[in-house]
């Protein structure tokens, strides 16, 4: 997935802090990373599904890097 394709995504799910909106990157067919944006911090905040690690951002651009590397690296399985 294109660099600006994520950046969009994001944008978008931070231009609507009333909805809930929750995304789900997946890489291979396998759910790999799920971004939720949390209107009260102005965070995202990525899970990775595989580990369960949850790591948070305060900016679209740190976001969309980490998710970029993380969807070009082959699974751990």
Do not use: G
Not at 12 to 25: A, D, K, L, S, W
Not at 26 to 54: C, G, H, S
Not at 56 to 77: G, R, T
Request: proline share 6%; hydrophobic share 40%; glycine share 0%.
């Amino acid at each position: 997935m294109k660099k600006e394709t994520i950046k969009i995504l994001l944008e978008t799910m931070c231009e609507y802090p009333n909805v809930r909106i929750t995304q789900i990157f997946a890489k291979e067919d396998i759910e790999w990373i799920r971004v939720k944006y949390i209107p009260d911090t102005q965070i995202l905040e990525l899970t990775f599904l595989e580990t369960e690690n949850v790591e948070c951002y305060d900016a679209i651009p740190e976001a969309v890097k980490v998710i970029s590397e993380a969807l070009s690296f082959p699974p751990l399985h």
